[in-house]
């Protein structure tokens, strides 16, 4: 089973902090690039923060400075820190393979209050 599978999402209030992580059984893991995406009320998935096989990074510049991903190659994970949160990171979270035909799993659902 390769869906994805998300955790650590909640509710908090403006600024607070989340880390959320995902496991995914794999073959291979390490060396696909990993990313999380986020699906806010009333939009569309968008990728936020993706880890490449060799742990390069990147971001939106939305969440630039605020979130950090990382990835634990020996448990399959990959994880999402993240800091100072504002109302509009409100939504639900995935992470996914970078591959083609990759499965989604279900997410977590983060909510930041006002």
């Known amino acids: 089973q390769e869906e994805p599978v998300e955790s650590g999402g909640g509710t908090v209030p403006l600024g607070g902090s989340l880390t959320l992580s995902c496991v995914i059984s794999?073959?291979?893991?390490?060396?696909?690039?990993m990313a999380w995406y986020r699906q806010a009320p009333g939009t569309q998935r968008e990728i936020i923060a993706s880890?490449?096989?060799?742990?390069?990074?990147a971001y939106v510049d939305s969440v630039k400075g605020r979130f950090t991903i990382s990835r634990d190659n020996d448990k399959n994970m990959v994880f999402l820190q993240m800091n100072s949160l504002k109302p509009e990171d409100t939504g639900v979270y995935y992470c996914g393979v970078r591959a083609p035909g990759a499965s989604w799993g279900q997410g977590t659902q983060v909510t930041v209050s006002s």
């Open positions: 880890i490449s096989a060799g742990n390069r990074t």
């Open positions: 794999k073959t291979g893991f390490s060396v696909y690039g």
